[in-house]
């Protein structure tokens, strides 16, 4: 579903209550070193989060540290209110999903093998992407990175998360598969109430489909905030993703890969 932006009363009525997830004062990184410091990050049921940024800004760092992966050199992550230590299988049973920038597929396995092994109905998942239907039976390694993606995702929603945090969705794929996927993802903010923490390249299709905006800038965040209030300042949030991305993050034409 390709939705415009929702509006600011709305985005008041579906973000209430406590944050499904949440950091505060965190800082994040490798061995002692910070990549990300002191960080405040704060996702609502029925809310979409894009977390911008260039290269190295620490996107992918932040999405470990939330999900259990990596631990925090201080401050503290509170899943549904409740602060965690906890490692990521651990909040995977209390709701959180986790899509890294690699797949989340077993590629030696079939698409179709790949969904009951998580648990999921493959109806479901090809009702979700009817596009999937035909490799059902298909050695997942043999997919299309936009087939692949699909994949992941069916699996990640077909669990029914509370907590979705996914890196890079949209990386190297076609237009038409991007809207797919963030279109999915907007779908199961707004009927599931699914809290959604996205990185994402794609400066633009991230203000189609998120509440709100966070860019981040050598590991804190430089420009935050509603979409509404972020797109007058667009051509900063480009300037400050792109300067350091190099290459430009739009989606090219073609067919998927
Ligand atoms: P990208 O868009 O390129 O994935 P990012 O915003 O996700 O970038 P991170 O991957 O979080 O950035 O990296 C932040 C910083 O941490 C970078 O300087 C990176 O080199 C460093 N870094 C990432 N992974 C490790 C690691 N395993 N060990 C040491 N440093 C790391």
Same mark, same amino acid.
């Given at each position: 579903m390709a939705r415009d932006r929702i509006d600011e009363e709305e985005t008041v009525m579906t973000a209430h /209550? !406590?944050? &499904?997830i949440e950091c505060a004062g965190l800082s994040a990184g490798y061995g002692s070193m910070a #990549? #990300? $410091?002191d960080l405040d990050l704060h996702v609502h049921p029925g809310e979409v989060v894009a977390l911008l940024g260039a290269n190295g800004a620490g996107k992918t760092t932040t999405l470990l540290t939330l999900a259990g992966e990596l631990p925090p050199l201080a401050g503290e992550v509170r899943l549904h209110g409740r602060p965690t230590t906890a490692p990521l299988h651990v909040r995977c049973r209390d709701g959180l999903s986790f899509l890294t920038? !690699? $797949? %989340? #597929?077993?590629? /030696? +396995?079939?698409a179709h093998e790949n969904l009951r092994l998580a648990g999921v109905e493959p109806a479901a998942a090809v009702e979700l992407f009817p596009g999937l239907a035909p490799v059902m039976r298909r050695t997942a390694g043999l997919l299309s990175g936009g087939e692949q993606q699909m994949l992941s995702l069916a699996r990640a929603l077909g669990r029914d998360p509370r907590v979705l945090l996914a890196d890079? +969705? %949209? +990386? /190297?794929? &076609?237009p038409l598969v991007v809207e797919r996927l963030l279109s999915s993802v907007r779908q199961a903010a707004d009927e599931r109430g699914v809290a959604v923490l996205l990185v994402e390249q794609h400066v633009r299709q991230a203000l189609r489909f998120a509440d709100r905006v966070n860019v981040m800038e050598r590991g804190r965040v430089s420009l935050g905030g509603p979409v509404a209030e972020v797109r007058a300042q667009i051509e900063e949030v480009e300037a400050a993703y792109l300067s350091a991305a190099g290459a430009a993050s739009a989606p090219t034409d073609g067919p998927a890969p």
């Open positions: /209550g !406590e944050p &499904a #990549v #990300v $410091r920038e !690699e $797949r %989340s #597929v077993i590629m /030696g +396995l079939t890079e +969705l %949209s +990386l /190297g794929l &076609a």
